[in-house]
């Protein structure tokens, strides 16, 4: 009974410490209300996680855009939302990111996409991953 109260008591500071964050990020506006609710989303799936009881650990995969990429490729690219993974995860089975007229080519794990993410590759830690996306050619161009 004392170490549910315990957790219970651990959650709840958790959760005023991400509250007293977000509002001073609010009233910094310091961060965009995308980024905040991003965050805020992270924070309450990890405290789902954590209450569960399991004594699995969990990463937090995020997806950016390339710094290569333009401004306009960036808006018509819709990334995944950040996911939390059991560790030892498949990080080749990560979502997908959308763009109409692209094929997407695979994760990297760096943004000058000189580090691809492999098939054997598995979580160990919080990651960022940035999509190669090409241009689809159409059946119908090349005739």
């Not at 977000?22 to 209450?51: I, N, V, W, Y």
């Not at 692209?102 to 940035?130: A, C, H, I, R």
């Amino acid at each position: 009974m004392k170490y549910v109260m315990k957790k219970r008591a651990w959650l709840i500071s958790l959760l005023c410490v991400l509250f007293v964050i977000s509002m001073a990020f609010t009233a910094c506006g310091s961060r965009p209300a995308e980024a905040e609710e991003e965050t805020q989303r992270s924070a309450l799936l990890f405290l789902e996680k954590e209450a569960s009881g399991s004594p699995t650990t969990y990463h937090r995969v995020a997806f950016r855009h390339p710094d290569t990429m333009s401004e306009e490729d960036k808006a018509a690219t819709v990334l995944p939302t950040p996911v939390m993974l059991e560790a030892g995860s498949s990080l080749y089975d990560v979502p997908i990111p959308e763009r109409e007229g692209y094929v997407f080519e695979g994760w990297y794990y760096d943004s000058e996409m000189t580090k691809p993410v492999s098939e054997k590759d598995v979580l160990t830690e919080n990651t960022v991953l940035y999509p190669h996306m090409i241009p689809s050619v159409s059946v119908f161009a090349l005739e």
